[in-house]
């Protein structure tokens, strides 16, 4: 998704459709992150670590929304 979206950077609405739709998959991955921890296939240390670098790459997404100009080409004048 992510490569899409830097593929579409000329279009900013196509780029942030992109990265809102790689938000989506990092959250279902959070879904079952939390699903393994329920069914006692990861333990507590485990779901915290791999937790935190989902809320890493969740903060860099927003953060790419947020700034979707400084990653979108410009269009030239004249």
Avoid at 30 to 45: E, K, P, R, V
Avoid at 61 to 74: A, G, K
Wanted: proline share 3%.
């Amino acid at each position: 998704m992510i490569a899409e979206s830097w593929a579409r950077r000329r279009y900013p609405a196509s780029f942030v459709n992109k990265i809102s739709e790689a938000m989506g998959e990092a959250m279902e991955t959070q879904s079952w992150l939390d699903h393994a921890l329920d069914c006692a296939y990861i333990d507590t240390d485990s779901h915290r670590e791999i937790d935190g670098a989902w809320q890493k790459v969740g903060a860099m997404l927003n953060r790419m929304i947020e700034r979707v100009d400084t990653f979108c080409d410009q269009p030239r004048k004249g």
